[in-house]
Protein backbone atom coordinates (compact mmCIF):
# COMPACT_ATOMS: atom_id res chain seq x y z
CA UNK A 1 0.00 0.00 0.00
CA UNK A 2 0.62 3.57 -0.50
CA UNK A 3 3.15 3.02 -3.19
CA UNK A 4 5.38 0.16 -1.47
CA UNK A 5 6.84 -2.63 -3.36
CA UNK A 6 9.94 -4.77 -3.67
CA UNK A 7 12.32 -5.96 -5.86
CA UNK A 8 10.72 -9.33 -5.62
CA UNK A 9 6.91 -8.32 -6.77
CA UNK A 10 8.64 -5.54 -9.35
CA UNK A 11 10.08 -8.70 -10.98
CA UNK A 12 6.94 -10.74 -11.32
CA UNK A 13 5.07 -7.81 -12.16
CA UNK A 14 7.80 -7.94 -15.18
CA UNK A 15 7.32 -11.38 -15.85
CA UNK A 16 2.95 -10.97 -16.09
CA UNK A 17 3.05 -7.89 -18.15
CA UNK A 18 5.32 -9.56 -20.66
CA UNK A 19 3.42 -12.92 -20.36
CA UNK A 20 -0.24 -11.17 -20.50
CA UNK A 21 0.50 -7.72 -21.50
CA UNK A 22 2.62 -5.87 -23.78
CA UNK A 23 5.86 -5.80 -21.90
CA UNK A 24 5.29 -2.56 -20.75
CA UNK A 25 4.52 -1.31 -16.72
CA UNK A 26 3.41 2.52 -16.12
CA UNK A 27 2.84 3.81 -12.52
CA UNK A 28 0.48 6.11 -11.84
CA UNK A 29 -0.15 9.87 -9.85
CA UNK A 30 -2.34 6.79 -7.28
CA UNK A 31 0.54 5.21 -6.50
CA UNK A 32 -0.75 1.93 -8.64
CA UNK A 33 0.83 -0.06 -11.36
CA UNK A 34 -1.03 0.14 -14.77
CA UNK A 35 -0.74 -2.88 -17.19
CA UNK A 36 -1.97 -2.34 -21.03
CA UNK A 37 -3.30 -4.25 -23.67
CA UNK A 38 -4.04 -7.73 -21.27
CA UNK A 39 -6.72 -9.44 -23.44
CA UNK A 40 -9.63 -10.49 -21.69
CA UNK A 41 -9.40 -13.64 -21.79
CA UNK A 42 -6.27 -13.37 -19.67
CA UNK A 43 -7.38 -11.15 -16.86
CA UNK A 44 -8.68 -14.09 -14.43
CA UNK A 45 -4.54 -15.36 -14.76
CA UNK A 46 -3.37 -12.37 -14.74
CA UNK A 47 -5.27 -11.29 -11.51
CA UNK A 48 -4.24 -14.67 -9.90
CA UNK A 49 -0.53 -13.67 -10.51
CA UNK A 50 -1.17 -10.56 -8.84
CA UNK A 51 -2.08 -11.92 -6.23
CA UNK A 52 0.45 -14.55 -5.30
CA UNK A 53 2.92 -11.46 -5.37
CA UNK A 54 1.15 -9.55 -2.75
CA UNK A 55 -0.24 -7.02 -4.87
CA UNK A 56 -3.72 -7.92 -5.79
CA UNK A 57 -5.99 -6.24 -3.26
CA UNK A 58 -9.47 -4.68 -3.62
CA UNK A 59 -10.56 -1.54 -3.91
CA UNK A 60 -8.26 0.15 -6.38
CA UNK A 61 -9.57 3.41 -7.12
CA UNK A 62 -11.99 4.09 -4.20
CA UNK A 63 -11.74 4.96 -0.74
CA UNK A 64 -9.84 2.33 0.73
CA UNK A 65 -6.92 3.19 -1.82
CA UNK A 66 -5.21 6.08 0.33
CA UNK A 67 -1.95 7.75 -1.52
CA UNK A 68 0.13 9.88 0.35
CA UNK A 69 3.29 11.72 -0.45
CA UNK A 70 6.60 10.28 1.44
CA UNK A 71 6.39 12.76 4.09
CA UNK A 72 8.72 13.71 7.30
CA UNK A 73 10.29 10.22 6.50
CA UNK A 74 12.39 11.15 3.65
CA UNK A 75 11.04 14.75 2.10
CA UNK A 76 12.88 18.04 3.89
CA UNK A 77 9.95 20.17 3.50
CA UNK A 78 7.41 17.91 5.03
CA UNK A 79 6.04 18.42 8.53
CA UNK A 80 4.18 15.72 8.78
CA UNK A 81 4.80 12.12 8.54
CA UNK A 82 1.61 11.31 6.36
CA UNK A 83 2.20 7.77 5.10
CA UNK A 84 1.72 6.92 8.91
CA UNK A 85 -1.63 8.77 8.90
CA UNK A 86 -2.29 6.69 5.16
CA UNK A 87 -1.96 3.48 7.09
CA UNK A 88 -3.80 4.95 10.26
CA UNK A 89 -6.61 5.12 7.91
CA UNK A 90 -6.63 2.43 5.93
CA UNK A 91 -6.57 -0.01 8.49
CA UNK A 92 -9.18 2.22 10.20
CA UNK A 93 -11.67 1.70 7.26
CA UNK A 94 -10.61 -2.07 6.65
CA UNK A 95 -11.55 -2.50 10.38
CA UNK A 96 -14.52 -0.75 9.81
CA UNK A 97 -15.29 -3.26 6.98
CA UNK A 98 -14.58 -6.10 8.59
CA UNK A 99 -16.74 -5.23 12.23
CA UNK A 100 -20.13 -4.49 9.86
CA UNK A 101 -22.04 -2.09 11.46
CA UNK A 102 -23.07 1.26 10.81
CA UNK A 103 -19.69 2.10 10.34
CA UNK A 104 -19.22 -0.78 7.69
CA UNK A 105 -22.21 0.69 5.57
CA UNK A 106 -20.25 4.48 6.00
CA UNK A 107 -17.39 2.98 4.18
CA UNK A 108 -19.48 1.03 1.72
CA UNK A 109 -21.51 4.01 0.41
CA UNK A 110 -18.57 6.31 0.26
CA UNK A 111 -16.66 3.70 -1.93
CA UNK A 112 -15.87 6.34 -4.69
CA UNK A 113 -14.66 8.81 -2.00
CA UNK A 114 -10.80 9.72 -2.27
CA UNK A 115 -8.49 10.37 0.37
CA UNK A 116 -4.98 11.94 -0.39
CA UNK A 117 -2.52 13.05 1.99
CA UNK A 118 0.21 15.43 1.56
CA UNK A 119 2.90 16.52 4.38
CA UNK A 120 3.13 20.08 3.85
CA UNK A 121 0.83 23.04 2.23
CA UNK A 122 2.75 21.72 -1.13
CA UNK A 123 0.42 19.33 -2.21
CA UNK A 124 2.28 16.52 -3.26
CA UNK A 125 -0.02 14.20 -2.20
CA UNK A 126 -2.79 16.24 -4.14
CA UNK A 127 -4.84 16.63 -1.03
CA UNK A 128 -6.56 19.60 -2.81
CA UNK A 129 -7.90 17.72 -5.45
CA UNK A 130 -9.62 14.38 -3.16
CA UNK A 131 -12.94 14.22 -1.36
CA UNK A 132 -11.47 14.04 1.76
CA UNK A 133 -7.69 15.93 1.88
CA UNK A 134 -5.23 15.76 4.66
CA UNK A 135 -2.50 18.67 3.79
CA UNK A 136 0.19 18.54 7.08
CA UNK A 137 0.48 21.63 8.74
CA UNK A 138 2.36 22.80 11.56
CA UNK A 139 0.44 24.50 14.91
CA UNK A 140 2.21 26.54 18.01
CA UNK A 141 0.47 24.20 21.51
CA UNK A 142 1.38 24.83 24.28
CA UNK A 143 4.59 27.23 22.91
CA UNK A 144 5.85 24.11 20.81
CA UNK A 145 5.25 23.98 16.76
CA UNK A 146 3.45 20.64 16.90
CA UNK A 147 2.62 18.49 13.65
CA UNK A 148 -0.99 19.09 12.50
CA UNK A 149 -3.18 17.73 9.60
CA UNK A 150 -6.23 20.27 7.95
CA UNK A 151 -9.10 18.69 6.83
CA UNK A 152 -9.85 19.56 2.79
CA UNK A 153 -13.72 18.28 1.79
CA UNK A 154 -14.80 18.12 -1.43
CA UNK A 155 -12.41 18.23 -4.31
CA UNK A 156 -12.29 16.28 -7.60
CA UNK A 157 -11.39 16.37 -10.84
CA UNK A 158 -13.93 15.58 -13.36
CA UNK A 159 -14.93 16.69 -17.24
CA UNK A 160 -15.05 20.11 -16.05
CA UNK A 161 -12.03 20.47 -14.71
CA UNK A 162 -10.40 20.09 -11.12
CA UNK A 163 -12.40 21.95 -7.88
CA UNK A 164 -10.53 22.47 -4.91
CA UNK A 165 -11.49 21.04 -1.74
CA UNK A 166 -12.63 23.55 1.00
CA UNK A 167 -10.83 23.39 3.96
CA UNK A 168 -12.85 22.50 7.44
CA UNK A 169 -12.36 24.52 10.77
CA UNK A 170 -12.40 22.89 14.31
CA UNK A 171 -14.00 19.80 15.46
CA UNK A 172 -17.46 21.86 14.89
CA UNK A 173 -16.47 22.98 11.50
CA UNK A 174 -15.88 19.13 10.31
CA UNK A 175 -19.65 18.77 11.54
CA UNK A 176 -20.63 21.89 9.83
CA UNK A 177 -18.52 20.78 6.39
CA UNK A 178 -20.28 17.46 6.18
CA UNK A 179 -24.04 18.15 7.01
CA UNK A 180 -25.50 21.76 6.35
CA UNK A 181 -27.56 23.46 9.56
CA UNK A 182 -30.72 22.53 6.79
CA UNK A 183 -29.80 19.25 6.68
CA UNK A 184 -28.73 19.22 2.97
CA UNK A 185 -24.63 18.95 1.64
CA UNK A 186 -22.92 22.19 1.70
CA UNK A 187 -20.93 23.63 -1.49
CA UNK A 188 -18.09 21.74 -0.14
CA UNK A 189 -19.40 18.61 -0.74
CA UNK A 190 -21.94 19.24 -3.76
CA UNK A 191 -19.41 17.62 -6.24
CA UNK A 192 -18.53 15.57 -3.40
CA UNK A 193 -18.47 11.52 -4.56
CA UNK A 194 -20.28 10.78 -1.27
CA UNK A 195 -22.44 13.49 -1.33
CA UNK A 196 -25.26 11.41 -1.40
CA UNK A 197 -24.83 9.88 1.52
CA UNK A 198 -23.72 12.83 4.08
CA UNK A 199 -25.05 11.48 7.19
CA UNK A 200 -22.58 8.48 6.76
CA UNK A 201 -19.51 10.84 5.75
CA UNK A 202 -19.92 11.85 9.39
CA UNK A 203 -19.31 8.81 10.54
CA UNK A 204 -15.76 8.47 8.52
CA UNK A 205 -14.66 12.17 9.45
CA UNK A 206 -15.55 11.45 13.17
CA UNK A 207 -13.52 8.03 12.70
CA UNK A 208 -10.56 9.64 10.97
CA UNK A 209 -10.59 12.78 13.19
CA UNK A 210 -9.94 10.57 16.42
CA UNK A 211 -7.27 8.01 14.76
CA UNK A 212 -3.56 9.02 17.11
CA UNK A 213 -1.00 10.79 16.15
CA UNK A 214 1.54 8.45 13.61
CA UNK A 215 4.58 7.48 15.76
Not at 62 to 83: E, F, I, K, M
Not at 84 to 110: H, K, N, P, Y
Request: glycine share 16%; proline share 4%.
Amino acid sequence: SLGDVTSDQLRAVADLAEKHGDGSVWTSAEQNLLLRFVPLGELHALHAGLVAAGLGKAGVGGLLDVTSCPGADSCNLAVTTSRGLGRAIEQTLESALAAGGVAAEAVTAANEALIKISGCPHSCGRHHIADLGFPGAARKIGGRAMPVYQLHIGGGVDAEGARFGAQAHGRDGVADGVVGHDGEPPVALAGCAAAACVGLMRTILTTCWRLPLPR
